[in-house]
């Protein structure tokens, strides 16, 4: 059985009582990325020299008692949006496919700090902006279940990656579902905590009032020790909020009880998948065996979730993104006369399609006539949603639904209708406009034998719930090897 095959915090243990030493980890990771990428593209850049010097770095700091961590020399993947000092870092984008951050984003700097050893960077929906990761510059990441599919989007590389077994786990960043969705579609564990509890500082920022930083990985103890790892009040981002409640592992618990979980009807209607549904009420029956009181109840709004979130997305990204210009870092176009055609023409040649319609949006809704009209009604829409929530969160411990409508699709089936695309957002975009945490836990299979991810929705800073119920379900299956590994 391969190294990989185990999870990151069964990994450690084995580092730890030196059954395996941090080389042969990270030797273990990168053999498996050598036999896969071909066929799964998960990764942008690999750093093989870097990770082999790391680990005897740690291993020392593990023999001599410095590092104790339950991370500590395990290999770990990042999202190529996240800011890795001396090495690539290009949101998967030509604009920046010559960039080398001169500082770390401090989630990143916060696995370091634990032992963890950086393999790569991984592919991703080029500034995050996708839900499939087709819009990357560095070609499309393929889902290791059927590499005829999607793995889904943004953070369809880190979850690509953590499914075919070439690292023991990653970190993605969720704009509007991008680390929940893809690790539906990969069958995969993935969580977006609470707006604010993991710094942004290095993350390449899409939506600043959206993004937020998470862990991907094989089950929710791993996701509830990485997120105990990375959590942490940072100065440097004036959104990170200070907590004291960041010990997410002792919520893990098989038990619950009395735990009140809601199913909102909205999310069960038109547009969802017939498999999907019926997986994911076979999850809350299981839930409800174990002790649940599972009612069903109106969540309002669901409808009116998207618009909003495009409107607010592309508005934050169109002015995030005017700093790619070619002046100071990244993609500089070779032929121009004067300032301004140089702008045009780096941008013009630099951002993919999917990303200057997003711009274009974003500085419409933005203009001087329809900022009233879009962006403002979008604001008070996303005020409406939070208050729904916090509604619904006044009756139910955590909200239960699908992580998304269908299985993951065909290659080459989303971008040809960017509606549709945008459409299969519908269950997780609410999530990122009120704050909340989300989890993703798989909850079983299609006919084809794609992987149906459950979502567990929580109240802001209610982490701990939310984990305890996704590890008394997750204690109700056994974890699936994807084929390719």
């Given at each position: 059985m391969s190294l990989m095959s185990l999870t990151a915090v069964e990994l450690g243990k084995k580092i730890k009582a030196g059954e395996v030493t941090v080389t042969q980890a990270v030797q273990e990771a990168l053999d498996a990325i050598e036999q896969r990428e071909a066929a799964v593209n998960s990764f942008v850049t690999v750093d093989k020299e870097?990770?082999?010097?790391?680990?005897?770095?740690v291993q020392k700091k593990i023999d001599e008692g410095e590092l104790a961590g339950p991370l500590a020399g395990v290999?770990?993947?990042?999202?190529?949006?996240?800011?890795?000092?001396?090495?690539?870092?290009?949101?998967?984008?030509?604009?920046?496919?010559?960039?080398?951050?001169?500082?770390?984003?401090?989630?990143?700097?916060n696995l370091e700090k634990a032992g963890a050893v950086i393999i790569g960077k991984t592919n991703m929906d080029e500034f995050a902006m996708g839900s499939t990761t087709e819009t990357s510059a560095y070609g499309e990441t393929k889902n290791p279940w059927n590499t005829g599919h999607v793995p889904g989007?943004?953070?369809?590389?880190?979850?690509?990656?953590?499914?075919?077994?070439?690292?023991?786990?990653?970190?993605?960043?969720?704009?509007?579902?991008?680390?929940?969705?893809?690790?539906?579609?990969?069958?995969?564990?993935?969580m977006k905590p609470t707006y604010g509890t993991v710094s942004r500082y290095g993350?390449?920022?899409y939506g600043s009032s959206l993004d937020q930083i998470g862990p991907v990985a094989k089950d929710v103890t791993d996701c509830a020790t990485i997120l105990e790892v990375i959590s942490s009040h940072d100065?440097?981002?004036?959104?990170?909020?200070?907590?004291?409640?960041?010990?997410?592992?002792?919520?893990?618990?098989?038990?619950?009880?009395?735990?009140?979980?809601?199913?909102?009807?909205?999310?069960?209607?038109d547009g969802l998948d017939e498999e999907v549904k019926e997986a994911v009420r076979a999850a809350a029956d299981a839930l409800k065996e174990k002790g649940a009181i599972v009612e069903e109840f109106d969540l309002s709004l669901v409808e009116y979730a998207i618009p909003a979130y495009y409107v607010i997305a592309c508005a934050e990204a169109s002015s995030n993104l005017a700093r790619f210009d070619g002046v100071k870092y990244g993609y500089r176009t070779e032929d121009y006369e004067g300032l301004h055609q140089m702008y045009k023409k780096s941008r013009s040649e630099g951002f993919g399609a999917e990303v200057k319609r997003r711009i274009m949006l974003g500085s419409f809704v933005l203009s001087s006539g329809y900022y009233d009209a879009y962006y403002?009604?979008?604001?008070?829409?996303?005020?409406?949603?939070?208050?729904?929530?916090?509604?619904?969160?006044?009756?139910?411990?955590?909200?239960?639904?699908?992580?998304?409508?269908?299985?993951?699709?065909?290659?080459?089936?989303?971008?040809?209708?960017?509606?549709?695309?945008?459409?299969?957002?519908?269950?997780?975009?609410?999530?990122?406009?009120a704050g909340l945490p989300g989890i993703s836990v798989p909850c079983g299979k299609d006919s084809?034998?794609?992987?149906?991810?459950?979502?567990?929705?929580?109240?802001?800073?209610?982490?701990?719930?939310?984990?305890?119920?996704?590890?008394?379900?997750?204690?109700?299956?056994?974890?699936?090897?994807?084929?390719?590994a």
């Open positions: 870097g990770a082999l010097k790391r680990a005897a770095e290999p770990v993947a990042i999202k190529d949006n996240m800011c890795t000092e001396g090495l690539l870092t290009t949101c998967s984008s030509k604009i920046l496919g010559n960039f080398m951050p001169t500082f770390t984003a401090e989630a990143v700097k989007g943004s953070s369809g590389g880190s979850c690509a990656a953590v499914a075919a077994e070439e690292c023991s786990y990653a970190l993605g960043s969720d704009t509007g579902g991008s680390i929940r969705q893809p690790s539906s579609f990969c069958g995969v564990t993935g993350l390449i920022a100065e440097k981002d004036s959104t990170s909020v200070e907590r004291e409640d960041t010990h997410f592992t002792e919520a893990l618990v098989d038990d619950v009880q009395g735990m009140k979980i809601g199913i909102p009807r909205d999310y069960f209607g403002l009604k979008a604001l008070r829409t996303k005020a409406l949603i939070k208050k729904a929530f916090d509604d619904a969160f006044s009756k139910y411990d955590v909200i239960l639904g699908p992580a998304a409508p269908t299985t993951a699709p065909e290659l080459g089936k989303s971008l040809s209708d960017p509606l549709k695309m945008y459409l299969g957002d519908i269950y997780t975009i609410s999530v990122n406009l084809k034998g794609l992987p149906i991810g459950l979502q567990l929705i929580g109240d802001c800073f209610q982490e701990k719930k939310i984990i305890r119920a996704a590890y008394a379900y997750e204690q109700t299956r056994e974890y699936e090897h994807c084929p390719i």
